[in-house]
């Protein structure tokens, strides 16, 4: 896979800012971007453009990072898929680095919901650079509380 250039800042269209509320973490390590590219049915496709603060020495994307990335996708898309508009906690979350990630990347995430329950969001998604696979997880989210504006797709998307 080649290396996009690290001035590249470039983002793929239909991708906006998420956005978190008041989110401090989130905030330093993002924007992270988002759209619901499979349409109608709520799944979330999120990205980032990977900089040099996401990154080890090694100049490949660190893997705390791409862990923060994969929870994100994993609470964030089991909210929007299943249209429950409540917050989201991880219960597990578990990955398979496939491939290093380098600086400058665009990499982008999708999750597929494969069983909802009223107490659990059972889910796994891939993260892909340039078309090749890097990073698979499954992850299981626990709604929290009662279905909110705070908590709904016109929240992430504006």
Request: charged fraction near 20%.
């Amino acid at each position: 896979m080649a290396q996009a250039p690290a001035e590249d800042r470039s983002v793929p269209e239909g991708f906006v800012p998420l956005a978190f509320g008041d989110n401090p973490f989130v905030d330093s390590v993002g924007p992270l971007l988002g759209h619901a590219a499979e349409g109608r049915d709520g799944r979330l496709v999120m990205g980032l453009r990977v900089e040099r603060r996401h990154c080890s020495p090694s100049g490949f994307c660190h893997g705390g990072m791409l862990m923060s990335l994969a929870d994100m996708l994993v609470v964030v898309g089991s909210n929007l898929q299943t249209g429950q508009d409540r917050f989201m906690s991880t219960v597990s979350l578990s990955a398979d680095f496939l491939a290093p990630v380098p600086e400058g990347a665009w990499i982008e995430g999708r999750l597929e919901v494969l069983r909802a329950t009223r107490n659990l969001v059972f889910s796994q998604g891939l993260f892909r650079v340039e078309g090749a696979p890097v990073l698979r997880v499954d992850g299981i989210a626990k709604p929290i509380g009662d279905a909110s504006p705070a908590h709904s797709a016109k929240r992430y998307f504006g």
